[in-house]
Nanobody, 125 residues
């Protein structure tokens, strides 16, 4: 198991940027595939972006392609989500997720078995 703590959320105007961070506990961070998901009020949790343990493979939802970038620093046990050109529809609680699996990126919530508490992102129009 790994413990995850997100940070970096907040209130931003449309067109602005935020960078979310997710710090993980443990000494085998590179063995974990990582993902970012989000959940808006009244909606299901949805995939935003994912990255393999090595960082070589990434995947992102069509709705954020070209605007959001996922990356990781295995030396710091941290995964990032750089969010640019934010839109009001990006408003949600953003969750970091992890699963111990190599050379793989999951895109469904059920693919992951470790979750952070979430951080609120609010984009005003």
């Amino acid at each position: 198991q790994v413990q995850l703590v997100e940070s970096g959320g907040g209130l931003v105007q449309a067109g602005g940027s935020l960078r979310l961070s997710c710090a993980a506990s443990g000494r085998t961070f590179s063995a974990y595939a990582m993902g970012w998901f989000r959940q808006a009020p009244g909606k299901e949790r949805e995939f935003v972006a994912g990255i393999s343990g090595s960082g070589i493979t990434t995947s992102s939802a069509d709705s954020v392609k070209g605007r959001f970038t996922i990356s990781r620093d295995n030396a710091k046990n941290t995964v990032y989500l750089q969010m640019n050109s934010l839109k009001p529809e990006d408003t949600a609680v953003y969750y970091c997720a992890a699963v111990r699996r190599l050379a793989w990126v999951g895109i469904r919530p059920v693919d992951y078995d470790n979750w952070g508490q979430g951080t609120q992102v609010t984009v005003s129009s």
